[in-house]
Every structure is written in C-alpha cells, then in structure tokens.
C-alpha cells in the first residue's frame, strides 16, 4: 500500500480502486435474491468465506496463497457484469468471456477454488434453510453442484454439510407427523 501523502496520483487510483472493490460489499448474490432468501449475502461476503476456506486447506500440492488470491478476486468482475446466475440463461461461454481467468481452470489451484465456490454455495443453503427454518427448501443449489467434489478436504465439508441438511429435513418430517 502507497505510503499516505506519496504521489497523489497513486493515492487517487488506489482509491478509485477500493471504491470499485468496494461495489462488491453491495452486490447481493443473485441467486439468493431470485429465490427470495431475505437479507441476501453479498458478493465480498461469498468470496470472504471462500478465502477462509483456502486458507485452512492442508493441501501441501496447493499453493496456498494462491488458492486465497484466487478466492478473493474471482467474483470480482460481477462488480462490472453484475453476479450471474443460471436462471439469467447467459451462455457458459458468455459468462466465462466476462469473467475469463478464473474460469479456465487451468491450474490446480483454480479447480480447488471452483470447489470451494460450490461448496461455500451449499452452505450458505443450509444456513439459509436454518435460519428460515425450511429445510429442504434450497434444494436446486445442492442438485447442481452433486457430484462435483473431488477434492477431499472439500467431500469431507460437503459430506458434513449433506449430514446436518439431511437431519433438518428429517427432523422437519417427524415433528410435522406429530
Ligand atoms: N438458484 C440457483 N442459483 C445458483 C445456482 N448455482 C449458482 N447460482 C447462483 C449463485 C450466484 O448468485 C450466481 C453465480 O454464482 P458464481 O459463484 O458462479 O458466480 O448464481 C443454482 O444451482 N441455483
Ligand atoms: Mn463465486
């Protein structure tokens, strides 16, 4: 970070910058907002928690600060093309074309993040269905990514998060019988 008072002009565009990183904190992930989920995350909110996660990865073939760096920015163009969801029908190759880079998964890094990008969606399902008390209700995010978790660190998450989904809906089942 430019020391403060040096060269105005780097202090300017460092400010135009975290204005624009800034947008991010006030664009609401479109599929909450879609399926009506009150006070919906936001775009920085997603990626904050995505950076948590890589940043606990204990995978020692990983490049750690990497998978954080990647986590931190690769939503970062919705602040420019807005958050896309499926439901906008915007093509992959449309999608990608705005958001390039992270989408080609062409590391390894990259394909762990993209897990983590799904994965952190799921929970926020959960919560979701938590905090609203719907178990079940968020079920199309938890059909879109099934069978996507390769990672191990990421299945054993997902698998955690499947458990405790499972037993909310089972629960909702048996105090609805009573
Ligand atoms: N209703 C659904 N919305 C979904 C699904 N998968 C992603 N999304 C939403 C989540 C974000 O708001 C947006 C894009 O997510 P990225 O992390 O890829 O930028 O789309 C889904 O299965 N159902
Ligand atoms: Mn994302």
Redesign the pocket.
């Known amino acids: 970070m430019a020391a403060a008072g040096c060269g105005s002009g780097a202090g300017k565009s460092l400010l135009r910058f975290m204005k624009f990183v800034g947008q991010l904190k006030r664009v609401p992930?479109?599929?909450?907002v879609?399926?009506k989920v009150e006070k919906p995350e936001s775009v920085s909110d997603?990626m904050y928690r995505m950076a948590v996660m890589a940043m606990l990865t204990e995978d020692k073939k990983l490049n750690k600060d990497r998978c954080i760096k990647l986590a931190l920015v690769h939503?970062m163009a919705?602040c420019i093309v807005g958050?896309?969801?499926?439901?906008d029908n915007i093509s992959k190759e449309e999608k990608h074309k705005k958001?390039n880079e992270y989408e080609h998964q062409s590391s390894a890094e990259a394909k762990f993040v993209k897990e983590l990008?799904?994965c952190e969606?799921i929970l926020q399902a959960l919560e979701y269905e938590e905090l609203e008390k719907r178990p079940g209700r968020l079920q199309?995010?938890y059909?879109?990514?099934a069978g996507k978790f390769k990672h191990p660190e990421i299945v054993q998450l997902v698998s955690a998060i499947y458990e405790e989904r499972d037993s909310n809906i089972a629960s909702q089942g048996s105090s609805s019988q009573l």
């Open positions: 992930r479109t599929g909450w879609y399926r997603h939503d919705e958050d896309i969801a499926p439901a958001e990008d799904q969606m199309d995010f059909d879109s990514t």
